[in-house]
């Protein structure tokens, strides 16, 4: 028994000491991202940050892959089901958690599937119309989605996705009847907005930066507690015709469950280095978002309450299954 406990404890310390290795001479090959959006949304704009940053910190090429489809389920699964080895990674925003409520039958669980890394960032949507609809502010969009319910129709970027969330909550609080016209992804949802294919959309801001200029479209509201520093002159929902209205987005990193917990915490060491960088930084807060940063701990426990937010807001919508 004696020689038993000596050889277990050998073999721990020996398997602890290789993943240790593991974890220092980690990757030896291409790390991918999978996005499960088209190109052009914020959670493609986050991971090619990461990726960006990722590959000048590990010395090794980190890919960008969208998938989408499914208002984000298809390229998550697609992670779920990946090797556990750390070669394969997923950018995923607010929807992650809302989907378990939208999808009865979702073929993943968005906790016991997937090992957190951490929180990217955080940012508010932005309100916009196309310059055809007739409001300079929330105050107006209320008052004419009221005069005309189910007229005015919202771009998503997919079901289920934090841009539809975002609308949905503030169909809810405002008391108004406008139709969900899903895309997939921010990128065809911005390109049918500019094109008055829709009347409205709530972006990510993000997504929304590069086009708020334009004059394409017309930026009504922000959707978070405070005005942000890149759009110091555009009112919150709340302080512009729907009071109590708050919604901040999210952004973070995950890999399957069952990756070695060495190779997370490299991915949470680096990924806390870029993120607490002046040039991310700036980078992200041009376009309204703000860094985060944490520890998966900290990240799970955000997932979690989540979850049961959400569960909330779909129950009183009436989504689930639609």
């Given at each position: 028994m004696h020689n038993y406990m000596i050889l277990l404890i050998y073999l721990s310390c020996?398997?602890?000491?290789?993943?240790?290795?593991?974890?220092?001479?980690f990757p030896v090959k291409p790390v991918r991202i999978i996005v499960p959006y088209a190109p052009g949304g914020g959670s493609d704009f986050v991971a090619r940050l990461c990726a960006?940053?990722?590959?000048?910190?590990l010395g090794q090429n980190v890919i960008v892959e969208n998938r989408s489809g499914a208002g984000g389920i298809i390229g998550t699964e697609a992670a779920a089901k990946a090797a556990p080895d750390g070669y394969?990674?997923?950018?995923v925003p607010i929807s992650h958690a809302a989907n378990i409520s939208l999808t009865p039958k979702l073929p993943f669980h968005p906790e016991k599937d997937f090992a957190p890394i951490v929180q990217i960032a955080s940012a508010a949507?932005?309100?916009?119309?196309?310059p055809s609809v007739p409001v300079r502010g929330m105050a107006d969009l209320v008052?004419?989605?009221?005069?005309?319910p189910t007229e005015l129709t919202y771009a998503s970027s997919g079901s289920g996705s934090s841009t539809h969330l975002a609308t949905e909550l503030f169909k809810m609080l405002a008391k108004v009847d406008v139709l969900h016209v899903p895309y997939k992804g921010g990128g065809p949802a911005l390109v049918d907005l500019i094109a008055g294919q829709v009347s409205m959309y709530f972006a990510s801001l993000p997504a929304a930066g590069p086009h708020?200029?334009?004059g394409r479209v017309r930026a009504l509201a922000v959707t978070g507690k405070h005005r942000v520093a890149a759009l110091a002159d555009l009112p919150t929902v709340h302080e512009s015709g729907v009071p109590g209205y708050e919604y901040i987005g999210w952004y973070g990193l995950l890999a399957p469950a069952a990756t070695p917990a060495a190779i997370i915490a490299r991915f949470n060491a680096e990924a806390n280095k870029f993120i607490k960088t002046k040039e991310f930084s700036e980078r992200i807060a041009a376009d309204g978002a703000e860094p985060t940063g944490g520890t998966p701990e900290t990240f799970a426990a955000l997932i979690r309450s989540e979850i049961i937010k959400w569960a909330a807001v779909v129950k009183h919508s009436g989504l689930a299954g639609k």
């Open positions: 020996a398997w602890a000491v290789a993943c240790g290795v593991r974890a220092q001479t960006q940053s990722l590959q000048q910190q394969t990674l997923l950018v949507n932005v309100v916009l119309a196309h008052k004419l989605a009221r005069a005309r708020l200029k334009s």
